[in-house]
């Protein structure tokens, strides 16, 4: 779906996200510029440079949900990273190259789960072979007719007549094998052992990669160990048909196709980037703030990432920032940062209006979460349109008064308005609930007006 055209783009995140038009638009725009830089004439595609986004609002607007559901729209490799996991080279830590090395992994893992599936029927068909092999092993009489047949040393009758014999047997194992009856035999499977985890290191150059070099180096040094069990003949053909299907694949085509999605498609969601944002006052756990700009510039700019898999170029990757800049403005990240973020959207806040919508609306609606839950127990709940109106106003009222978190304060006020519900389902003989405003009022009334009650419930 990497060609959604922008209106289209922004039609399926409405289906989960609940206003934020403009952040939609900027959103789908670059992603629509990824698709027409394909399509430029090669001489000039180099040049293209991606827009970089940064989405400024409160925390619970959105910004998170809105990378979450773009990495299942588009087809383009993603990864979600928080910058205030990062350290500046020198400190103990996640060093920023990691994200890049990170999305990699993913895209080689991804594209390594496509190939294996293209060649799913072939692995089956092998392994359909290899099951029947161990539910009849060749004789090593069959073995020695079938190799001297050249040499002419026993008679050509006698091998045909053993071929035949062995071949109809087969047949009706195969047979008998393909309409699951023989599912719950067992059989004797070399099933390899899980290699031991290795010990990681941290170092300027990033130690994660060295750990899987030492286990690659001692890999072919040691044969693979491997354990005799005895399974049942549905799940060795489970195994062998794994086994069968990674064998197949050529690594070195997936680990080239992985590289160039990641080098010409790959979007990077930089999440919290507000928490290095800010002066350098030499003290505290801010130290490191200013430190960690500058190794992200390189990177956002444009360099080349060294991993296992070979080098990544970050010219053409596409970086999306979110924060909530409370405490600190963008213009307090460095000015080369933000030279490379062109692109800035604020979110806006939410509002009751905002809060019923967000209730009853999206495919994944809260209301119908709660509804789906307590239905595996019987239980059918109806929400009266007061009701919903209610709850989202309380939701706006207690947000006024204490931290502003947005959405995420429906889940509070649905969780303490639906404990008792929650609680009895399974003992309870009604089973039809009504939740009109009286109910809401009811449950909610004390912790809304006491505020320093609300600040620990709510």
Not at 3 to 20: A, C, F, H, M, N
Not at 256 to 269: C, H, L, N, T
Request: with cysteine; aromatic share 4%.
């Amino acid at each position: 779906m990497s060609d959604l055209k922008p209106s289209e783009t922004v039609r399926e995140l409405d289906k989960y996200i609940i206003g934020q038009h403009r952040a939609k638009r900027s959103v789908a725009i670059a992603l629509r510029n990824r698709w027409r830089r394909k399509h430029v004439e090669e001489d000039l595609r180099d040049e293209i440079a991606p827009k970089n986004i940064i989405l400024i609002g409160p925390t619970g607007v959105g910004k998170t949900e809105i990378a979450r559901r773009l990495s299942r729209l588009t087809d383009s490799p993603f990864i979600k990273v928080e910058a205030s996991k990062f350290t500046e080279v020198g400190y103990v830590g996640r060093d920023v190259e990691s994200m890049i090395r990170d999305i990699l992994e993913l895209t080689v893992n991804r594209v390594k789960s496509q190939e294996q599936e293209a060649v799913k029927e072939k692995a089956a068909r092998i392994a359909e072979e290899r099951i029947l092999d161990l539910l009849l092993p060749k004789s090593t009489t069959q073995h020695a007719t079938a190799g001297e047949r050249d040499e002419k040393e026993s008679p050509l009758e006698l091998v045909k007549y053993h071929e035949e014999a062995a071949c109809s047997t087969r047949e009706k194992l195969r047979k008998m094998f393909r309409n699951g009856k023989l599912d719950n035999r067992y059989v004797d499977l070399d099933v390899a052992e899980r290699s031991m985890p290795v010990v990681e290191i941290f170092s300027n150059v990033g130690m994660e990669e060295m750990g899987i070099n030492f286990k690659d180096m001692f890999g072919s040094l040691m044969p693979k160990s491997t354990k005799k069990r005895k399974v049942k003949v549905s799940e060795a053909l489970k195994i062998i048909t794994q086994e069968e299907a990674q064998s197949l694949v050529d690594m070195d085509k997936v680990v080239k196709i992985a590289i160039e999605k990641v080098e010409q498609s790959g979007i990077v969601f930089l999440d919290e980037i507000d928490k290095i944002a800010g002066k350098n006052e030499g003290h505290g756990p801010d130290i490191s703030r200013e430190g960690v700009q500058r190794d992200l510039l390189p990177i956002v700019e444009g360099s080349t990432v060294s991993t296992k898999y070979g080098p990544v170029k970050t010219d053409h990757i596409l970086f999306i920032a979110s924060g909530a800049f409370h405490t600190s403005k963008p213009s307090d990240l460095i000015p080369e940062i933000q030279g490379r973020f062109p692109i800035r959207v604020e979110l806006d806040s939410l509002g009751q209006s905002d809060f019923v919508r967000i209730l009853t609306e999206p495919k994944n609606a809260l209301l119908l979460q709660y509804l789906a839950l307590l239905k595996t127990e019987g239980i059918d709940v109806v929400f009266e349109d007061e009701a919903v109106t209610e709850v989202a106003k309380i939701a706006e009222e207690v947000n006024n008064l204490t931290e502003n978190i947005g959405a995420r304060r429906l889940h509070t006020i649905m969780e303490c308005l639906l404990e008792d519900i929650l609680f009895d389902a399974p003992d309870m003989d009604d089973k039809k609930v009504v939740i009109n405003r009286k109910y809401v009022n009811d449950k909610l009334k004390d912790i809304k007006e006491d505020e320093d009650l609300s600040r620990y419930i709510l």
